[in-house]
């Protein structure tokens, strides 16, 4: 993980938000791959390395309906099993949230197979199309509606019985990549909301004013707030993610180094809910018309709410911060 990766999707989600999404989960992967020195296969490894510097899309997709994210444990539902010809595997069951959806070309599937969990390679998307179904149910979500992070039906896919990535639970270490990555991606919506508004108010001159309403001290007042959160926030993330660059190979220093990278996340996604609320207020009514009126705010408020479904996020990451604290110190 470097400054420059948080610059990036920071600066791609002013964009878009979805987008910057579906990178994020893309780089994660190779990221923590390349950080943990998760034991891939070799020939795995190499088709991924060529492919990602194509272009292609990858993901993990291991939420489930009733499992609901897998980071806080629990076996899937989903399951594979081995074929009659014992030289593939038949993949079986339902997952949700799969960012990128059907765009995506490559899927590591989390499931159950021979009583542990396991992650398996699934080639491209059209390996097994007639057992590879998707349910567009994303189009009309809360957040992110053009990440299509649809839902997922494998109805005995055939995959190659040496696609098995990785058998287990997987790395120990804390997801760094992806916590300083997803809270890149919100703060840069936020900051796009800021940029915005300011637009507005510049541009906006009502009939009774005369002038622009970024003339008047209560807007100036509201626009300050926003770049003080924003500022902070920024800061925070910004300064952990250059010291992580910086290489923690100490396993100690690296479990006190995430409960930073989790409290810059927390401090990241509340500047994102406050700032582009505050937005929607500054703008007024026009932030709410019709569509083809509309401000991009209306977007930005939404697209940041999904940054309090991905963890470590509220209570839960305060709680984090506060158990380390008490039981091994903070250095601020």
Known sequence: MSLADCESSTELAKGSTSLA???CMQLHIFGAVSEDNLLWSRHLEHFCER??????????????PVLGSPSRGG???SYAELSADGKSLKLYGHKNWVTGGAQLDHLLIRLRYEDEAVVIWLLQKEADPS??????TWQHALSLRASESDDLFLEGVSVPIDNIIQQGKGSSKSPTWFTLLVAATYLGAAIAARDEVIRYALERVPTALGRPIATLPNIQRQLGAL???L???????FEVASDWGMGISDEVLSQAHYVKVTAAKYVAIEAALNVTQDALKIAGGASIGPSHEALALERYFRDVRAGLM????????LEHIGHHTTTQGLPL
């Open 21 to 23: 999404l579906i990178t």
């Open 131 to 136: 057992a590879l179904r998707w349910a567009h």
């Open 310 to 317: 991905h963890p470590p996020s509220g209570d839960g990451a």
């Open 231 to 237: 500022l902070a926030a920024r800061s925070l993330l």
């Open 75 to 77: 076996l899937p539902s």
């Open 227 to 229: 770049d003080v959160r």
């Open 51 to 64: 492919d990602f510097r194509q272009g292609e899309l990858f993901n993990s997709v291991a939420s489930e």
